[in-house]
């Protein structure tokens, strides 16, 4: 499980970014025991062991990908968020195009049943992928 994890971690001088899954809102995700779990949560416990029921990890880098144990600490879920008011973090940056390069303009952007953005243009190739499929199985 170890080297499966470290392996999807690109190692710098400065933070430690995450080159796999990453959610909705920029975090790294990672499977462990079946289960999808936050790639950062993951890197604190190996360094430090169990986080603490009523605590979270707050990335004093502000990078969301980065799981250098030395970027992360414990906080209070009310003392993150007074932190990301006081560093002018008042959310992550919107995601300006999609993984092909794709714009997110008001034109090609759909949002999901999830609340994510979909680039049209992506969905569409997929979905003619998906009926062509279809087709050659009928």
Not at 48 to 56: E, K, Q, R
Not at 73 to 92: K, Q
Not at 118 to 137: E, F, T
Request: hydrophobic share 35%; charged share 25%.
């Amino acid at each position: 499980m170890i080297d499966r994890f470290w392996i999807k971690v690109s190692k710098s001088v400065g933070c430690w970014e995450w080159s796999a899954a990453i959610d909705a809102n920029g975090y790294g995700r990672f499977k462990l025991n079946n289960r999808c779990t936050l790639a950062h949560r993951v890197s604190w416990e190996m360094a430090n062991g169990t986080i603490p029921d009523g605590l979270v990890i707050d990335h004093k880098c502000r990078n969301r990908r980065c799981l250098n144990p030395d970027h992360l600490r414990l906080v209070t879920p009310s003392e993150n968020s007074l932190i990301n008011i006081r560093d002018g973090v008042t959310g992550f940056k919107p995601k300006e195009a999609c993984q092909q390069g794709h714009n997110f303009s008001r034109e090609n952007t759909l949002i999901n049943n999830r609340g994510a953005k979909v680039c049209r243009k992506c969905a569409k190739v997929s979905r003619n992928r998906y009926q062509a499929k279809l087709r050659k199985a009928a």
